[in-house]
């Protein structure tokens, strides 16, 4: 007993010694790499088991900005997580080691630290250690015996295994036996492979002393606090029986393919006892078997088949130990251990993880960015276990294998948001299984818009036309500009690029409508001041930094008739009253006269038609119906009154038609003269007739007087310089009346204001036509040198205003040859 003792105790020191350097072993180093550490069992959540970044030599600031976080295989349940904070690894959720590892000696759980930008993988191997959380247990509560009171002294039966979930020095250490006369305990093994215990007989028995007996039975483990289980050794006194059941092997080894269906033969074990009759019937039981694995075998106690009684996982669980007693009739039983190694088949698709997504994606993403990781995963092993994973052709990405299972999606091309926006990109992940599986995800990923496009005009040149006279804000036009860029990148305001038209700004005359690029007129248009402008019209997007561009809007602005034509010969009466002089023997069709007349309109509007709509002899005179001329329609004769009056009516072609009159004075005859007649043209004299006499013979007296020294005058200065106004009785035509900004428009009626006409009329001349010289020049007759009528010229034509020195000449001239 001493001795059994000492080796138990030796036995307790080596397990504690072995337990010190297995945790001397697992202490934590740092190191690139792998990371191991230790943690007991039933430990709480958010208990700090060690310090990855201390120990990948990282800050952790660098664990945060590289969204440092723990990767399980899927399906796997997290039991640590890191906090990226201070970088301490610390227990997620609470671990039992027995529902991890079972009966397996070292248990060890792996998990993934992932670092990215860049992607950086850790493999984390956890150690659990088992605390002493499980009491040991009998199988069976009640163990039975029946002994032969023959069995002599020494003889053994071996006892029901107690199990205990934990392990080591935490499973079953030892067992004690309630004190009695007959028995002692012998107990075998150690720690590691398990223990059992030996029922001894000491002393015989005798049936007829004691037929039945009860003995309790202890397991107790090594931990601390130290727990215990009991069970009832049953012992019935019988003849003796001295064989036990011995197995045709004392180890089965078998393969088991996971999913096998329920009821399928794992294996048949089979004992035989020498004995006969019931000392001979061996039934068969488990002995020592795990909770889980007795969920899944069981075994018939009469043939010793073990079948399948629940669904086989290889993801679950590689193998299991079992072992089974085999017992004959009066309780004689030995063991033998079957150990079934699982099989792994396909049965696991491919499991596809996405890890990271950049979403959305900005359009100019460089080529070769990673937009997302993905992880795939399949808990098959080996050839079941090998991923190929690709991607549809038809998008710019592509995957690129990184670490273990890990894929980066990178772009290929560039990115264009205008021309697609988004795609469904479809990954297909293959294990290489026979047959092979598969499963596909499909990432959906925006592309967000960059300010990567200007507004561009429907047209880059804009014609508008508006008619003058206009309201202000009338719309002219409305320009459009297209930006096939979102939100407020292909938002588009419209401006007037600033500039001047003739020295006022542009704001002046038009603006436009920022948002919908209708341009209104600002004021009303006056097509006799300016017909056209262009403006730039500016198109800017909201975009950051703002793009834009521009276009050209030409305005024209079309003609109204809101103009009057304006005579300039003859000056309209209230200036000046001019008289033409016709000669006696004019035939018909001579020129006589020509009424100018001008518009400021243009087109139509200023086509001009000239008709006279009064005369004095209606007969005599004709007027050309657009050149303005007065001809004679048929021979003067000496019945024709002297002084003609004619009135002109000058209309232009516009809607309505606008018109104006003048009156045009003629004296029919050869002699000037007769010019002082011209007064009763335009008044009566109502002087007495004495008056007229005196006047007349002061004039006379006075003509004579001064013809010598105004002849002498005249002839010096007609040969220095030719009048140019008036010649052999010519009556001018001047420019006086000539506005200085008339337009030009080619055959529409009206003159340029640079081009003014000397016409004059010969008397000896039987045609009297105008002669059209020479355009006048700045030294022209100016505006008040007209022939005009006066009281207080008794001939009725003198120069007013004349300038220059040759205007005075040509007037000595004109009174000489009067004379």
């Known amino acids: 007993?001493?001795?059994?003792?000492?080796?138990?105790?030796?036995?307790?020191?080596?397990?504690?010694?072995?337990?010190?350097?297995?945790?001397?072993?697992?202490?934590?180093?740092?190191?690139?790499?792998?990371?191991?550490?230790?943690?007991?069992?039933?430990?709480?959540?958010?208990?700090?088991?060690?310090?990855?970044?201390?120990?990948?030599?990282?800050?952790?600031?660098v664990l945060s900005s590289r969204r440092a976080r723990i990767d399980t295989e899927e399906g796997s349940a997290?039991?640590?997580?890191?906090?990226?904070?201070?970088?301490?690894?610390?227990?997620?959720?609470?671990?039992?080691?027995?529902?991890?590892?079972?009966?397996?000696?070292?248990?060890?759980?792996?998990?993934?630290?992932?670092?990215?930008?860049?992607?950086?993988?850790?493999?984390?191997?956890?150690?659990?250690?088992?605390?002493?959380?499980?009491?040991?247990?009998?199988?069976?509560?009640?163990?039975?015996?029946?002994?032969?009171?023959?069995?002599s002294k020494g003889q053994r039966y071996r006892l029901d295994e107690a199990h205990d979930s934990d392990i080591g020095q935490n499973g079953v250490n030892g067992y004690s036996l309630?004190?009695?006369?007959?028995?002692?305990?012998?107990?075998?093994?150690?720690?590691?492979?398990?223990?059992?215990?030996?029922?001894?007989?000491?002393?015989?028995?005798?049936?007829?002393?004691?037929?039945?007996?009860?003995?309790?039975?202890?397991?107790?483990?090594?931990?601390?606090?130290?727990?215990?289980?009991?069970?009832?050794?049953?012992?019935?006194?019988?003849?003796?029986?001295?064989?036990?059941?011995?197995?045709?092997?004392?180890?089965?080894?078998?393969?088991?393919?996971?999913?096998?269906?329920?009821?399928?033969?794992?294996?048949?074990?089979?004992?035989?006892?020498?004995?006969?009759?019931?000392?001979?019937?061996?039934?068969?039981?488990?002995?020592?078997?795990?909770?889980?694995?007795?969920?899944?075998?069981?075994?018939?106690?009469?043939?010793?088949?073990?079948?399948?009684?629940?669904?086989?996982?290889?993801?679950?669980?590689?193998?299991?130990e079992i072992k089974v007693q085999a017992k004959d009739?009066?309780?004689?039983?030995?063991?033998?251990?079957?150990?079934?190694?699982?099989?792994?088949?396909?049965?696991?698709?491919?499991?596809?993880?996405?890890?990271?997504?950049?979403?959305?994606?900005?359009?100019?993403?460089?080529?070769?960015?990673?937009?997302?990781?993905?992880?795939?995963?399949?808990?098959?092993?080996?050839?079941?276990?090998?991923?190929?994973?690709?991607?549809?052709?038809?998008?710019?990405?592509?995957?690129?294998?990184?670490?273990?299972?890990?894929?980066?999606?990178?772009?290929?091309?560039?990115?264009d948001r205008e021309k697609e926006s988004d795609y469904n990109i479809t990954i297909t992940a293959t294990d290489g299984g026979s047959p092979p599986l598969s499963s596909s995800m499909t990432i959906h990923l925006s592309v967000s818009d960059v300010n990567d496009n200007p507004p561009v005009f429907d047209e880059q040149s804009y014609s508008a036309y508006v008619a003058e006279n206009n309201k202000a804000g009338t719309s002219i036009c409305s320009v459009t500009a297209r930006d096939p860029d979102w939100r407020q990148n292909g938002t588009v305001l419209y401006s007037l690029l600033?500039?001047?038209?003739?020295?006022?700004?542009?704001?002046?005359?038009?603006?436009?409508?920022?948002?919908?690029?209708?341009?209104?007129?600002?004021?009303?248009?006056?097509?006799?001041?300016f017909r056209s402008l262009?403006?730039?019209?500016?198109?800017?997007?909201?975009?950051?930094?703002?793009?834009?561009s521009n276009a050209t809007v030409s305005v024209f602005i079309t003609d109204e008739n809101d103009n009057s034509p304006q005579i300039l010969y003859p000056a309209p009466e209230g200036k000046s009253l001019m008289t033409?002089?016709?000669?006696?023997?004019?035939?018909?069709?001579?020129?006589?006269?020509?009424?100018?007349?001008?518009?400021?309109?243009?087109?139509?509007?200023?086509?001009?038609?000239?008709?006279?709509?009064?005369?004095?002899?209606?007969?005599?005179?004709?007027?050309?119906?657009?050149?303005?001329?007065?001809?004679?329609?048929?021979?003067?004769?000496?019945?024709?009154?002297?002084?003609?009056n004619l009135v002109i009516s000058v209309r232009d072609n516009g809607q309505p038609p606008l018109s104006a009159t003048c009156s045009v004075y003629l004296l029919i005859s050869d002699n000037l003269a007769e010019v002082p007649e011209l007064k009763d043209m335009t008044y009566e004299e109502k002087s007495s007739k004495l008056t007229s006499y005196l006047i007349i013979a002061l004039v006379s007296v006075s003509t004579f007087f001064l013809t010598f020294i105004i002849l002498i005058l005249a002839v010096r200065f007609c040969r220095r310089r030719k009048p140019r106004l008036l010649f052999d009785g010519a009556v001018a035509i001047p420019s006086a009346y000539l506005p200085p900004n008339y337009a030009e428009v080619e055959g529409a009626g009206t003159l340029r204001s640079s081009y003014n006409y000397d016409a004059y009329l010969t008397t000896g001349s039987h045609t009297s036509d105008f002669k059209f010289i020479r355009s006048y020049n700045d030294s022209t007759l100016p505006a008040g040198g007209t022939l005009r009528k006066s009281p207080d010229d008794p001939f009725g034509s003198s120069f007013n205003e004349a300038h220059g020195e040759e205007v005075r000449e040509t007037s000595f001239c004109f009174s000489f040859f009067s004379l």
Request: hydrophobic residues 40%; glycine residues 6%; proline residues 4%.
């Open 534 to 548: 262009k403006v730039q019209v500016v198109s800017r997007d909201n975009g950051s930094p703002p793009l834009s």
């Open 580 to 644: 033409e002089m016709v000669p006696k023997a004019a035939l018909s069709g001579s020129l006589v006269s020509k009424v100018i007349a001008v518009d400021a309109d243009s087109g139509q509007n200023a086509w001009l038609s000239y008709r006279i709509v009064k005369s004095t002899d209606p007969g005599l005179f004709s007027m050309g119906v657009h050149s303005g001329e007065i001809r004679v329609q048929r021979d003067i004769s000496e019945s024709d009154s002297m002084k003609q």
């Open 78 to 151: 997290r039991y640590v997580d890191v906090n990226v904070n201070t970088g301490d690894l610390v227990v997620a959720k609470t671990m039992d080691r027995e529902k991890l590892c079972g009966s397996r000696l070292n248990c060890i759980l792996n998990h993934e630290l992932v670092l990215e930008n860049p992607l950086e993988l850790h493999r984390v191997s956890l150690t659990i250690e088992d605390v002493n959380d499980n009491a040991p247990k009998f199988l069976n509560e009640i163990i039975t015996f029946e002994i032969h009171e023959s069995a």
């Open 178 to 320: 309630e004190k009695n006369h007959h028995f002692i305990l012998s107990v075998h093994g150690n720690t590691e492979r398990g223990k059992y215990a030996e029922l001894v007989l000491d002393k015989e028995l005798d049936r007829e002393e004691q037929k039945e007996m009860d003995l309790v039975l202890t397991a107790v483990d090594g931990g601390t606090p130290q727990r215990s289980g009991t069970a009832v050794i049953h012992i019935t006194v019988l003849d003796a029986n001295d064989n036990v059941p011995v197995f045709t092997q004392s180890v089965y080894k078998v393969s088991l393919a996971e999913n096998a269906p329920l009821g399928t033969e794992v294996v048949t074990v089979r004992a035989t006892d020498a004995d006969e009759g019931a000392n001979g019937a061996v039934s068969y039981e488990f002995s020592r078997i795990s909770d889980h694995a007795a969920q899944l075998f069981s075994v018939d106690k009469v043939t010793g088949q073990i079948k399948v009684r629940g669904d086989i996982d290889y993801e679950e669980e590689k193998y299991y």
């Open 329 to 415: 009739g009066s309780g004689s039983a030995s063991i033998a251990d079957i150990i079934i190694d699982i099989t792994d088949i396909n049965d696991n698709a491919p499991k596809i993880i996405l890890k990271s997504l950049k979403d959305p994606v900005p359009e100019d993403t460089v080529v070769g960015a990673e937009v997302a990781i993905i992880n795939v995963q399949d808990k098959d092993s080996g050839e079941n276990r090998q991923i190929r994973c690709s991607i549809q052709n038809n998008v710019p990405f592509k995957l690129n294998p990184s670490i273990k299972n890990y894929f980066s999606l990178v772009t290929t091309s560039p990115l």
């Open 1 to 61: 007993m001493a001795l059994s003792s000492a080796r138990a105790e030796f036995r307790a020191f080596l397990s504690v010694l072995s337990a010190v350097s297995l945790a001397l072993l697992l202490t934590p180093r740092p190191a690139r790499g792998d990371l191991s550490y230790t943690v007991q069992e039933e430990k709480k959540e958010r208990f700090v088991i060690g310090n990855v970044a201390k120990d990948l030599g990282l800050s952790p600031q």
């Open 498 to 529: 600033p500039s001047e038209v003739n020295g006022v700004p542009v704001s002046s005359f038009l603006s436009i409508n920022a948002d919908t690029g209708v341009i209104h007129a600002v004021r009303s248009f006056d097509y006799e001041q």
